[in-house]
């Protein structure tokens, strides 16, 4: 793991690399993005949920 850790801090490119796939990484995971997401989901459940009630 130094090793890596050497390499990763004496290749400037990499490093570059490194800190934008992890802010990529990050952007992805953010609240705004996976909140629309988990909002719909739980509508869909909700809504099928009322369907199933109405069905009885």
Request: net charge positive; proline share 2%.
């Amino acid at each position: 793991m130094s090793n890596y850790t050497i390499k990763l801090l004496s290749n400037e490119e990499l490093l570059t690399q490194m800190k934008k796939n992890a802010k990529d990484q990050a952007i992805k995971f953010d609240l705004k993005n996976i909140l629309p997401i988990y909002e719909k989901m739980y509508r869909t459940t909700i809504e099928n949920f009322n369907k199933e009630l109405t069905k009885v």
